[in-house]
């Protein structure tokens, strides 16, 4: 029997993923990251779970939102964007909701947002009514229409969605926006948010009755560990014993740091685990208030 068919045993989870394109190695680095390993088959679509019964099934990331409401996956991973504009669709022809959002996954960041050309004075979004709006997700634009009470007339393209003013198709564009730099280049401004969005680990709208149950549980835990020690950084830096009190406020999403006495008691080397971002801004806080020697090191493992 071809590893492809439809699961007949329900005890190994089958994830789809991204084939190619941007979710692709995000989310096979994530899942190795939770300690799972594969062994490929030789087509390179199908890849069979070795450390732990979870197999990966790699497709276009369109589809992955119907296999998983077909059954034929259990889970995968893909854009908020892709799940919600087609979780709108079944709603809407009422054979909704199929599918569900269980985790957000912190890559694939973007937003679907309104933008109109750059020589329009932007005021607010009742300057649609009547025109045409180019986009690759009718439902999300559509209800967002609806919501604000705004007829205006929806053009579905399937890419290329920025160029639609410039050659007379559309005149604004709803589509993923991420540096801008694809809206600047067609000299197109954004004007409003309609979704935010990242990658997602989806699921079927109801829970499993057998050892899905269960692998899913697994999966779902090891993922939020390996998100949390992603979003963890250690700092390390020395400082003199007095400035403790200005210093300790800069780290508000720490734990209690490691506290080390050098030189006698006046100076002191601290440790401590941050859970947020430690940009540049907040090292820089840090050593204008007496910091020295910062050092931001990755944490490859977390056991509470
Ligand atoms: N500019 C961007 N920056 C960050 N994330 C993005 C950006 N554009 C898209 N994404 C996210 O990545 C997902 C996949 O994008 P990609 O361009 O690889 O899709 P695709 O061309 O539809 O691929 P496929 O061949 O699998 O259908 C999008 O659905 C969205 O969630
Ligand atoms: O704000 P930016 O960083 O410029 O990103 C936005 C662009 O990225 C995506 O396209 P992609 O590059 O994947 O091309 P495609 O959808 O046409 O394949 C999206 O459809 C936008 O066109
Ligand atoms: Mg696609």
Not at 150 to 172: F, K, T, Y
Not at 264 to 284: D, S, V
Request: net charge negative; charged share 25%.
């Amino acid at each position: 029997m071809s590893p492809i068919a439809p699961p007949s045993g329900r005890d190994r989870l089958r994830v789809a993923i991204q084939k190619s394109g941007r979710l692709a190695e995000p989310a096979r680095a994530l899942l190795a990251s939770c300690g799972l390993s594969w062994r490929e088959s030789r087509d390179r679509l199908f890849c069979y779970g070795e450390s732990l019964p979870i197999d990966l099934l790699l497709v276009r990331d369109d589809d992955i939102p119907g296999l998983i409401a077909d059954g034929v996956c259990d889970l995968g991973i893909v854009g908020r964007n892709v799940l919600s504009e087609q979780d709108l669709a079944n709603r809407v022809d009422g054979t909704g909701p199929r599918f569900r959002e269980l985790q957000p996954l912190g890559f694939g960041g973007c937003r679907l947002a309104l933008a109109v050309p750059e020589t329009w004075s932007w005021r607010d979004a009742s300057q649609l009514a009547g025109k045409r709006i180019a986009t690759s997700y009718p439902q999300l634009l559509s209800k967002w229409l609806a919501d604000a009470g705004i007829d205006a007339q929806v053009v579905l393209l399937s890419g290329s969605v920025e160029i639609a003013p410039r050659l007379g198709q559309a005149d604004a564009i709803c589509d993923l926006v991420s540096s801008g730099s694809t809206l600047a280049a067609n000299q197109l401004k954004p004007v409003q948010t309609l979704l935010e969005s990242e990658a997602v680990l989806a699921g079927p709208a109801a829970d499993f009755d057998d050892a899905r149950a269960e692998l899913m549980e697994l999966l779902l835990r090891r993922l939020d560990g390996a998100l949390r020690i992603r979003r963890s950084k250690l700092l390390m830096f020395q400082a003199p014993r007095e400035l403790l009190p200005t210093l300790l406020p800069l780290l508000p999403d720490a734990e209690a740091p490691t506290v080390m006495q050098i030189d006698g008691a006046e100076r002191l080397a601290l440790q401590a685990l941050c859970h947020g971002a430690l940009t540049w801004q907040r090292l820089e806080e840090l050593k204008r208030a007496g910091a020295c020697g910062l050092m931001v090191l990755p944490v490859e493992g977390l056991l509470a």
